[in-house]
């Protein structure tokens, strides 16, 4: 899951507030301490994490509640929406036209990786896309690049001796919709990069320049971001290994600030882990209210129909639609990823649930293939004599078929709870959600 731990803090806090009896100073205050050490703990700056502190005590305090909600309920939204605005207020992503996009960053930062899944976004969106690999610098890097760029389906240009004369033989041969430019890092951003850059830029007249920055800078990335925009003005930032580090918080807020705004996210390691970012969608996730439009979207490009992926939400899925599915089910992502984005799951389902059906899934999908079209689609036939028979035939141990059958049964149980996010269509949550104008449609 992205920021894991902060966002298991975050929905902690959240919980607090909508337990509270009494909305007074001192709910208010335990409250905010608790925000606080969730930001801290994720390498948010001090000074800002004061700041935020007093603006909302402020704001719930002092102010009184827009007409039609509650104190409470005022008291999330203000929570919510000073959150995303900490993390860069609003959704600003690259234009599905053709255009010419240059990547540039330090070493490490994942560049290469990256160009990939950019390649992979455009082409899922309907636009041809070609890679230049125009990083001369790092070994292997132009050879990394042709590999991604096979995987994908998706031409890539290297001719030349110079990441100069390749680009501008890549604009010469080119004739896709997208060209997306790889450019060699460094350690620092010394002298040799920074002319390597501007000549780059001047050669590739490019639409955008994306800085690629990891989430483990935290609060660095804001000054890396700043040097970079002084060099060669970027256009926008993409957070890359979001999934692997906890300080991923501080450097989203520190890059926010900088004044360039954060475009993408990458939240794994594979082509599709790579999300737009929209700070509202993002922070609605972080807090358990989940993100159905962003779990269509990657339904839509793992080749899953809306009806489907709907009725899966609702919990109307049977063993059979779970076997006939899993293929498609794995390339939206990590189960906890997915289960993430259901708006109320990501509060109520046990961790442990979710790593438990990662690691084991191929070897329930073995399982599944070992039982009768009528087990699939009626498990609860399933007795003592045919569960020794699917395990044999799948060669599996028998607790292996159990495990699966109670762990389907639990999670289409949750689902049906949430009910897909109608639940938050109704009552409070839903003037709530509307007021903190999230879609759970």
Known sequence: MVLEKLGSSLKQTFRKITGLGVVDKAAVEAVVRDLQRSLLQADVDVALVSELSKTIKKKVLEEKPPAGITLKEYFIKTLYDEIVSFLGKEKESLELKPQRILLIGLFGSGKTTTAGKLAKWFKTRGLS???????????????QLEQIGKSLGVP????????????????????EDVLIFDSAGRNALDKELAEELKELKSVIKPDEILLVIPADLGQAARKQTEEFERLVGIRGIIVTKLDGTAKGGGALVASSLSGAKVKFIGTGEKPEDLEAYDPQRFVARLIGYGDLQGLLEKAKEAGITEDTAKQILEGKFTLRDFVDQISQVRQMGSLSKIMDMIPGLGMKIPKDMLDVQE???????????????????????????????????SGVAEKDVRELLKNYKQVKKLVKVTKGGKAFKRGPFARLAKQMGLNFG
């Not at 896309?129 to 050879?143: K, S, Y």
């Not at 890539?156 to 080119?174: F, M």
């Not at 699939?376 to 569960?387: T, V």
């Open 156 to 175: 890539v240009y290297k001719e030349g001796k110079n990441p100069k004369d390749i680009a501008k033989n890549a604009l010469k041969t080119a004739k």
């Open 129 to 143: 896309t070609g890679l230049v690999a125009c990083d001369t610098h790092r070994p292997a890097a132009q050879e």
């Open 359 to 393: 690691d084991k899934m191929r070897k329930w999908e073995h399982i599944m293939k070992s039982m009768t079209p009528e087990e699939r689609e009626n498990p609860e036939i399933l007795n003592f004599s045919r569960i020794q028979r699917i395990a044999k035939g």
